[in-house]
C-alpha cells in the first residue's frame, strides 16, 4: 500500500469547516482512499473513500486532486464532538491477501476550539 | 446490532502469564484483525484472517498466537506476557469496503 503523509496536529474553531490535508503521491491506480477518525477511548470510525472523484456523505466530503497525489477531508461545520485524532490510508480494491492489510501512521490530531 | 464485541475491555495481567483478547463479530466478515495501538506508533498490524483457518502476520507478530476455527471468532492469545505488551488492543472486520473496529481491550502487563 502507498504511504501517507498527514501534518501532527491541527485547529479549527467551532462552526468552521476543517481541511484534513493528505499526502499519498505514490498511489497506484486501483487504490482507494480511505479516511477513519478515533475519538479518544474509542475504536477507529469509518468517515469516507474515494478512487477519483470527490465524495460527500453525511459526515465529511473528500477532495481528490486530479493527480490523486493528495487529497483533503473537509468538515464542513466542525464541532467539539469532532475533536479526534484522524486517519488517511489508501489500500487496493480489490480483494485477496495482503492487500487487507491496512496500515496506519499517526494521523492528524484535529481539536476543535470552542 | 452488536458487530464486533471485544472483551474484556480491560485486563491486568503479570508478566510471563498467558493471556487471549476475544474478538467476536455478528456480521460473518471473512476478514478480520488485530492492531496494537501504542503512543507515537499510531496502529500496528499483528495478525489478520482471511477466513476460518486461514491467518497471516503483520506487522507486529512477535509473542502473539490466533487462531479461527469458527468465522465469528478471532482470539487473540499473548503465550508468555511481556511489559511491552502493555497496549490497547483493537478488533476489526472488513465488510464490502470499511473496516469496522471494536472498543479496544486496554491492557496492563505488571
Known amino acids: 500500500d502507498a504511504k501517507t503523509t498527514q501534518p501532527t496536529s491541527m485547529d479549527c474553531a467551532e462552526g468552521r469547516a476543517a481541511n484534513l490535508p493528505c499526502n499519498h503521491s505514490t498511489i497506484s491506480g486501483n487504490e482507494y482512499v480511505y479516511w477513519y477518525r478515533q475519538i479518544h477511548s474509542q475504536g477507529p470510525q469509518y468517515i469516507i473513500h474515494?478512487?477519483?472523484n470527490n465524495e460527500t456523505n453525511e459526515m465529511a466530503s473528500l477532495i481528490i486532486t486530479e493527480d490523486r497525489k493528495s487529497s483533503t477531508l473537509i468538515l464542513p461545520h466542525a464541532t467539539l464532538r469532532d475533536t479526534a485524532v484522524y486517519y488517511c490510508?489508501?489500500?487496493?480494491?480489490?480483494?485477496?491477501?495482503?492487500?487487507?492489510?491496512?496500515?496506519f501512521g499517526k494521523g492528524t490530531l484535529l481539536t476543535v476550539n470552542p | 446490532d452488536a458487530g464486533i464485541t471485544q472483551s474484556p475491555r480491560y485486563k491486568i495481567t503479570e508478566t510471563g502469564r498467558q493471556v487471549t483478547l476475544m474478538c467476536h463479530q455478528t456480521w460473518s466478515h471473512s476478514y478480520m484483525f488485530w492492531y496494537r495501538q501504542d503512543l507515537g506508533h499510531g496502529l500496528r498490524l499483528i495478525y489478520y484472517?482471511?477466513?476460518?483457518?486461514?491467518?497471516d502476520k503483520g506487522e507486529v507478530p512477535d509473542g502473539y498466537v490466533v487462531s479461527r476455527s469458527k468465522t465469528e471468532n478471532f482470539p487473540l492469545t499473548l503465550e508468555s506476557a511481556t511489559r511491552s505488551q502493555t497496549s490497547v488492543y483493537f478488533c476489526a472486520t472488513l465488510g464490502d469496503s470499511p473496516l469496522h473496529f471494536g472498543n479496544g481491550t486496554r491492557l496492563t502487563v505488571t
Open positions: 490510508i489508501v489500500r487496493v480494491a480489490s480483494s485477496g491477501g495482503s492487500n487487507y492489510k491496512l496500515t
Open positions: 484472517s482471511a477466513a476460518a483457518d486461514i491467518t
Open positions: 474515494g478512487l477519483k
